[in-house]
């Protein structure tokens, strides 16, 4: 999944988690803080999420709302949640720069023109 850059309010759904002991109960009464989900951008050390935690939504898939100091750094972000009762749960993201999200996925996006010249034989 794609988010933008610096941008608040980006919601991703997370899951879904799963009973520790038997492996196949959805969890959806847990309690997950920031501090219960962590951030790697590209590679680099973890960090907790800035603020907000998550909401269970349906079958043990819990919400969670990004905000722009979560984003501020274009590349793969890794977002882990590990919390008592559930099994840890690991989601990758691409955080992309303003325009180039916006080029892909605003209202009235464009989109990117490819030259397909010399390619396959479309000359």
């Not at 608040?8 to 799963?18: C, D, E, N, T």
């Not at 464009?110 to 000359?123: I, L, R, T």
């Given at each position: 999944?794609?988010?933008?850059?610096?941008?608040?309010?980006?919601?991703?759904?997370?899951?879904?988690?799963?009973?520790?002991?038997?492996?196949?109960?959805?969890?959806?009464?847990?309690?997950?803080?920031?501090?219960?989900?962590?951030?790697?951008?590209?590679?680099?050390?973890?960090?907790?999420?800035?603020?907000?935690?998550?909401?269970?939504?349906?079958?043990?898939?819990?919400?969670?709302?990004?905000?722009?100091?979560?984003?501020?750094?274009?590349?793969?972000?890794?977002?882990?949640?590990?919390?008592?009762?559930?099994?840890?749960?690991?989601?990758?993201?691409?955080?992309?720069?303003?325009?180039?999200?916006?080029?892909?996925f605003a209202a009235s996006a464009?989109?990117?023109?490819?030259?397909?010249?010399?390619?396959?034989?479309?000359?």
């Open positions: 999944m794609f988010l933008r850059q610096s941008t608040a309010s980006q919601s991703v759904a997370i899951g879904p988690f799963v009973d520790e002991t038997d492996f196949k109960t959805a969890e959806t009464a847990l309690t997950i803080n920031n501090t219960d989900i962590k951030l790697v951008v590209n590679g680099g050390a973890s960090a907790n999420k800035n603020s907000g935690g998550g909401t269970h939504r349906v079958n043990g898939v819990y919400g969670i709302t990004l905000d722009a100091t979560d984003t501020a750094t274009v590349g793969e972000m890794e977002i882990s949640v590990v919390v008592s009762g559930a099994l840890p749960v690991f989601h990758k993201y691409r955080v992309l720069e303003e325009a180039v999200y916006d080029a892909l464009p989109g990117y023109v490819a030259n397909a010249s010399g390619k396959c034989g479309a000359d």
